[in-house]
């Protein structure tokens, strides 16, 4: 799933179960708004999410500190301009991401 990464949540349905996922700049963005889109899927059901697995973590391909330390140069003021899109090519947006198994009942 991780070839899917997308700004909006992803919600599919498999025998046993849905799954929701969704990736974001920290492991709580990605939790509640992969919650928010199996509770928007449930009540057009109108019925409930039951959790049945989550799984959080960081996805991405470059070190966690490495990458928290890029992010937080790019953002920096007093990062030379010119440095930045070095900066920028080697930091990760949304490198976390939250897989949740659901049903709707």
Known sequence: MAGCATNKPIV???ETGMVAQFYADSPDDAEK?????A???CAKLSKEVVV???DTGYRGKTD???NKALNAASSNPFTP???K???NAFSEKNPYSTTLTFRCE
Do not use: Q, S
């Open 12 to 14: 599919l349905r498999y």
């Open 33 to 37: 708004a992969t919650i928010k889109a």
């Open 39 to 41: 509770e928007a899927h």
């Open 52 to 54: 049945v697995k989550m």
């Open 64 to 66: 966690e500190t490495v």
């Open 81 to 83: 301009p010119v440095i």
């Open 85 to 87: 899109p070095f900066i």
